[in-house]
């Protein structure tokens, strides 16, 4: 697929009115401008996967292992991939570039294509590659204040949510419940009682100066954030484990926190209505994220 990258002096004529952009099929364009076929299978049967990634001073964090985790998530669906991880990773880093956004999230979708519609997957389709990049705020220097309010659900998800696909209607409802509420999300429990992941990251708990979270599997993401906040978690000398929590334990925590790849690091003060702590940001919490900070911008490329 070759890139038809639209010329630059065009683009500087949107740039106050429309700095956000899209790169669709090999063109980059003004977001307002991106379209996509009707018939697209992402569209109409969520027949597609995605990563979201974010930079920090302009530039990508963890692009390889973001990549990396968008094959893995091809394979599984069977979609051959359109495009190589390098000619992917220059993709986004063009648009970064061009948005010229310090920090920006970069969101990368790829469906299975337009056909028909029909629940058999097309055999001669030609996938739809779509990435976004907006604007963030500047990542905080250090976390403090109250945490957010979640509320544990029944998870009602399909099986293979290690599977990073756009079809989230049940996170949607999910998140859309703990918002009526008065909660800002909520944290996925399965028939056992055992914490799963969240609307949109990974759980953490500390407890007794040690970090805890739920191992990976077919019923959660294994979230890049994650996989970092443990490594900045040795780096700030607080023990991490990986193992089965519950809904009885997340209530009982000294600290909890929810990781994603925007957020970062959101420290949690009440989870079903029962304060966790002060309710305020944990010592440990703080720490571990000012590590991970560090870490971040260290590793950005």
Request: aromatic fraction near 6%; proline fraction near 6%.
């Amino acid at each position: 697929m070759g890139d038809r990258f639209v010329d630059s002096r065009w683009l500087g004529r949107y740039r106050q009115t429309m700095p956000d952009l899209a790169y669709v099929n090999g063109e980059i364009l003004p977001l307002n401008r991106a379209m996509v076929h009707v018939e697209d299978r992402g569209f109409q049967f969520a027949d597609s996967v995605y990563e979201v990634l974010r930079t920090y001073d302009g530039r990508l964090f963890a692009v390889d292992e973001h990549l990396a985790r968008l094959e893995q998530s091809m394979a599984a669906i069977e979609l051959t991939p359109p495009l190589s991880r390098a000619e992917l990773a220059r993709i986004l880093k063009e648009l970064v570039r061009r948005s010229e956004f310090r920090e920006a999230v970069v969101y990368l979708q790829i469906t299975r294509g337009v056909a028909p519609r029909h629940r058999a997957i097309p055999p001669n389709a030609r996938p739809t590659v779509v990435a976004t990049v907006r604007e963030l705020a500047p990542a905080p220097e250090r976390l403090s204040g109250p945490g957010i309010k979640i509320i544990t659900v029944t998870d009602f998800r399909w099986a293979r949510c290690d599977i990073k696909t756009t079809a989230l209607l049940a996170n949607v409802l999910a998140f859309h419940q703990a918002r009526k509420v008065g909660a800002d999300d909520a944290v996925f429990v399965a028939a056992d009682g055992t914490i799963e992941e969240s609307t949109a990251g990974n759980v953490f708990v500390v407890r007794g100066g040690q970090l805890l979270t739920p191992p990976t599997g077919a019923r959660l993401l294994a979230g890049i954030t994650r996989r970092k906040i443990i490594e900045a978690a040795g780096v700030a000398g607080v023990p991490c484990r990986e193992g089965v929590l519950t809904r009885e334990e997340l209530w009982r925590a000294d600290e909890v926190f929810l990781s994603s790849t925007t957020a970062q690091i959101t420290p949690v003060g009440w989870v079903d209505g029962q304060p966790v702590g002060n309710g305020q940001c944990g010592p440990v919490t703080a720490r571990i994220y000012e590590a991970f900070l560090r870490l971040a911008r260290a590793a950005s490329e």
